[in-house]
């Protein structure tokens, strides 16, 4: 069976699942994840049909099945988003798809209240948010939980670098919604921050920084983050600090709300069961839940960092390797072209530069990464690997051989068009869902791109010529500009060993975090 159609039926096998797994799944990753267009934070599948249904046709018609190498290259069918867009009286963004497949809704609200907005408090962000549903006016974390429980409506809440959200799932009819709604909108912008939470809270968060002095990989990060945004907002972690975080009150968390949680400051995400009415509706009445404001400006753009490397000595026996640049920010015009050039270098897992050079013909790692994760202004461009301690002088280096060979020499045709068809096939996943919608809707709104934009970077994508994907990679990376960070034991090295068809050695263990 070709690669090609191993692919397709790989992509094809997800699309099943998320089909027969709604009750099940409901994830969430951070925001500056690079595999698809725009990041989402929630994935739940939505059932065309049920699994009942699929086996039945499937055992009426098995040519439906036995058709699938007759595919080709042609891309998997996606849904088509009808969005509509206008403006709350409060200012809120709002961003709305009706689907009416599903008796539900989802609802996301998008804040310019991430970690970059902390103002010399590291963490205020952050605490500010997982604090929304620990209290409001007569109900303690416990009554606001059951609350939504017995609606059968699900919150979500998370604060990250450029952003906080606030989500609710529900039912649709107005028994459910109404109800939902009410708390869902008493929530988050009544929150009284008790103290006895706020306390609980940060000790959470203190005993995770103890567990993350054992952890080399995110000792790494961390440091990574600070040489590579030097005193910028970006430069000190979302979760805070084991300075910072004691000191922070409910005073804080109460005023940051006030400024950060304003409709002004938000963009509210509406996908579901749902007339354009009702949307309104809600929308309105969110907005107008929330203290009046305006939006918060965007961080500065960084300055360069000075390319280097810093290590960290931690007695492990795997190095943890990070290298980073300075990458584009959101709705940069020259994405589509980074964007498929990392899925060649590194970002589109087996079959990558890096992946092939590295692990395949190496053995050098389970794993070798690459991605742009643009943000509100320039998000970075990193790699990421671990290697046994011995070779990872060695192993840094093929890396950054590797990289200034694609910068200069581009990818081939042969990869141009791999990663092409790879992308067209495996995008409509990316609205496989409501929730998956959801979270576009958010993160279009947020980052303020053409409500086409989905279409738009799969028509730019397959317009892309090698020489395009070249100049655009060598124009905003550089060969020798990376800000390196290892972690793990100082040990003598060994060379590099020879490529082989086959790995001359598996590496010595599973990764160590």
Known sequence: MSDRNLVRRSLLGLALVSCLGLAACDGKTGETAASIPVPTEETVATPAESGQAIAKAAEEDKSRLESLDELGDQPLPRRELDIQSWQTEGGAKVLFVEAHQLPMFDLRLTFAAGSSQDGGVPGLAMLTNAMLNEGIEGKDVTAIAEGFEGLGADFGNGSYRDMAIASLRSLSTADKRE????????VLGQPTFPAESLQRIKNQVLAGFEFQKQNPGKLASLELFEQLYQDHPY???SEGTPESIP?????QLRAFHAKAYTAGNAVIALVGDLSREEAEAIAAQVSSALPQGPALPPPPVPNEPTAGKHHIDFPSNQTHLLLAQLGIPRGHPDYAALYLGNQILGGGGFGTRLMEEVREKRGLTYGVYSGFS?????????INLQTRAELSEATLGLVQRLVAEFLEQGPTKAEL?????????????STASNADIVGQLGSIGFYDLPLTYLEDFMQQVQAL????????????????????????PQVEQKPLPAPSAKPIEQPSSVPEH
Do not use: Y
């Not at 992308?423 to 409509?428: K, V």
């Open 235 to 237: 430069a000190h972690p």
């Open 179 to 186: 109800p939902a709604l009410q708390l869902f909108s008493q």
């Open 247 to 251: 000191g922070i009150t409910a005073e």
């Open 465 to 488: 010529s090698v020489e395009d994907v070249r100049t655009a990679m060598s124009k905003h990376l550089s060969a020798d500009g990376f800000v390196i960070v290892t972690a793990g």
């Open 374 to 382: 643009p943000m509100q202004t320039k998000g970075p461009f990193m």
């Open 417 to 429: 068009e791999r990663s092409k068809r790879e992308t067209a096939g495996s995008f409509p996943l």
